[in-house]
């Protein structure tokens, strides 16, 4: 009887034995699990951080770029203005030169009718030669600042006046 019981006693000890190996291996295999899991979680938890440094840095740069093009549109604003100004400028000085030119060839020829009068048309106002007594007066001899300068500024543009 008691080899019976030792002899159960032996095959309890054995399947406890057994089933303890097995749980030791189980135990085994589920702490390396763990520690894989733990890794994961570090390598997760690195390539997170790198995600968030990248999108601060993506981030940083587009709010770089969007000033620079805020910076550049006002730029290219501010030159289309100058632009339209110097157009704006350019057309005034080319309308001011072809008055110039106008007005003087109009006052050359008002004065090369005042000198001669012969020359050209007769204006509606001058009386005809012949008309007028004693004829035209001498011209030097009228005391008229504002004509000698703009004779001055007439030969200027046409050399040929006299």
């Known amino acids: 009887m008691y080899q019976k019981c030792f002899a159960v006693t032996n095959a309890c000890e054995e399947e406890f034995y057994q089933a303890l190996g097995e749980k030791d291996a189980q135990i085994a295999g589920m702490q390396l699990e763990i520690q894989r899991l733990h890794a994961d979680r570090a390598e997760n938890a690195a390539k997170i951080q790198h995600q968030g440094m990248e999108n601060e840095r993506i981030s940083s740069e587009a709010r770089r770029l969007e000033n ?47 000198n001669n009068p012969a020359s050209g048309p007769q204006l509606p106002y001058v009386p005809e ?3 007028a007594d004693g004829g035209w ?5 009228l005391d008229f600042p504002v004509h000698e300068s703009f004779l001055q500024s007439q030969h200027s543009i046409d050399p040929n006046l006299t």
Not at 86 to 103: D, F, K, Y
Not at 137 to 141: H, I, L, R
Request: hydrophobic share 45%; no cysteine; aromatic share 2%.
């Open 68 to 114: 620079e093009l805020h910076e550049l549109h006002q730029q290219m604003n501010l030159m289309a203005a100058n632009m339209q100004a110097q157009i704006q400028q350019q057309e005034n000085q080319l309308a001011s030169q072809h008055a110039i030119g106008e007005v003087a060839a109009a006052n050359a020829l008002l004065w090369s009718m005042v």
């Open 129 to 131: 030669s012949g008309l």
């Open 137 to 141: 007066p001498d011209q030097s001899a």
